[in-house]
């Protein structure tokens, strides 16, 4: 079984929600598999939960209820903070429920005198660990700081929630943590608990199935929005992105397209360079664009000093919308990507491209059927395994990302594969793939690549559906950019 990160993990519990999920179905069995495992180690005795605020405390919540069914065991839970102040809508429903469960005392302690004073912490067969989880970053506050110092002298058989109390699962300076016997993290092993040395804080680690959909994993969902990038409050012009469209010249409306999809993503900057036969019509696009008139009425070496600077000046390059299939064009494309330190190649831009790039850049491709087909020189297969299979091994053997698209996309990096049913069949009208192109851009100037094209292909669908709604088969592109802020906004 994998490991992931507990930032993944995260995005699994937000993609089971965006599911159907609900988190207090999740928290439900969380709960019960530590009941089960105090029931494998105690046959009776006296178990002490000792629970935050979040959501770590309410999966003690739900085990000390379920514990608590059983006449053998003495449950007491500890809150540390007052019932009020719980973060969670779950977390205070499971706590609501231990009024009517059996407990046999509830305590909510603010002041660490107070827990000091507490008598059950020497005579406790087992302690859970419920306080801090995996959110912990820098020094634990009071009263959880005694608290953990209560645990850890405690003298009795410890048992923490996903991660000891303290404990920094992305491998960041510990100054305090709980010392477990053992640690029950949830659905599967995280990365943070096999770090060399983690054991001393650990204990032994098992890993408890808690009912997580297969499809939140494989599928983009919205929780994989959540690891994105997102403009701060004290952010800079350009530290959201500069995003360089290189195109247009046989079409003009694709290369607007994708400039105007990536200025709704988020990007700072969209410079757009694109032939002078068509600059002053992707101009009156928008007032936002900034566009730079090339030499010819198409793509040609001649440009490429000007490129080469536009290139340097910018941190992703699109590259492809409406650029037509003129040989000159595609052998400037050719010239072009060597230079990219990211590059997202769309449209004719894949029609006779070389690959791998011979570049230390990072590469993003974008092909439908016929494109890969024409790419990797082998018909698309019809099963979603076999696309899945084949399109792995084209973009490990080339080094690249690559996103099929179709009814269900396909996103891989040859060792990462994830799926995206987002999207519809309104979506067939033309420009749709010129706004993922744009999207993709501008996710991919301040994310890596993989998560740019799986949350771009998830955002450009959702976006479209939301369009659907409201527009139907006589949807537009410019509609679905007109969509775009309102699916991350949902996140963000």
Not at 440 to 458: K, Y
């Amino acid at each position: 079984m994998f490991s992931i990160t507990s930032s993944k993990m995260r995005s699994v519990d937000a993609n089971c929600s965006y599911l159907g999920l609900s988190p207090v179905q999740l928290m439900e069995n969380a709960g019960a598999a530590i009941a089960r495992e105090i029931t494998s180690r105690i046959s009776c005795g006296k178990v002490l939960f000792v629970s935050g605020r979040g959501n770590n405390g309410g999966d003690a919540f739900v085990a000390a209820r379920h514990l608590a069914l059983n006449d053998a065991y003495d449950v007491r839970v500890i809150l540390l903070g007052h019932s009020s102040r719980i973060r969670t809508e779950e977390s205070m429903h499971n706590f609501s429920l231990l009024e009517y469960s059996g407990i046999t005392e509830l305590k909510e302690i603010t002041d660490s005198k107070e827990l000091e004073s507490y008598a059950g912490w020497k005579d406790s067969d087992i302690i859970v660990d419920g306080i801090l989880g995996s959110g912990i970053k820098g020094s634990p506050r009071e009263p959880e700081s005694t608290a953990i110092d209560l645990i850890n002298s405690s003298g009795s058989y410890i048992i923490s929630i996903d991660a000891p109390s303290g404990y920094d699962l992305d491998g960041g300076e510990i100054s305090k943590s709980v010392f477990a016997d053992i640690t029950i993290t949830f659905h599967r092993m995280k990365t943070g608990l096999e770090l060399p040395g983690c054991e001393k804080y650990t204990g032994e680690v098992k890993v408890a199935p808690i009912g997580v959909c297969r499809d939140a994993e494989e599928y983009v969902g919205s929780g994989d929005l959540m690891g994105l990038v997102h403009r701060e409050q004290h952010a800079h012009k350009g530290n959201s992105g500069r995003v360089l469209v290189i195109g247009g010249g046989a079409y003009y409306g694709a290369p607007a397209l994708a400039a105007m999809a990536a200025l709704r993503t988020g990007a700072d900057i969209v410079t757009v360079a694109v032939p002078e036969n068509v600059a002053d019509t992707v101009a009156s696009f928008s007032s936002n664009l900034i566009v730079v008139p090339l030499s010819g009425n198409r793509l040609n070496p001649e440009n490429l000093p000007v490129l080469k600077s536009l290139i340097e000046s910018h941190d992703v390059v699109v590259i492809g919308p409406g650029i037509g299939r003129d040989a000159p064009t595609l052998k400037t494309v050719q010239q072009l990507l060597p230079l990219c330190k990211k590059a997202v190649i769309d449209a004719d831009a894949l029609y006779d491209l070389h690959l791998p790039v011979k570049s230390e850049g990072k590469f993003i491709l974008t092909p439908h059927s016929a494109e890969f087909a024409r790419l990797s020189g082998v018909a698309v297969p019809r099963t979603l395994a076999e696309k899945k299979q084949i399109v792995s091994q084209f973009a490990g053997q080339n080094t690249a990302i690559v996103v099929l698209k179709g009814k269900v996309d396909i996103i891989s990096d040859g060792q990462n594969t994830r799926l995206n049913r987002t999207g519809n069949a309104g979506m067939t009208v033309g420009g749709t793939g010129d706004v993922l192109t744009g999207i993709t851009g501008a996710l991919f100037a301040v994310n890596n690549a993989m998560d740019a094209a799986a949350c771009a292909v998830f955002i450009n669908g959702a976006a479209g559906d939301l369009a659907f709604d409201e527009k139907g088969f006589g949807l537009l592109a410019t509609d679905i950019i007109d969509r775009i802020t309102d699916v991350i906004s949902e996140v963000f």
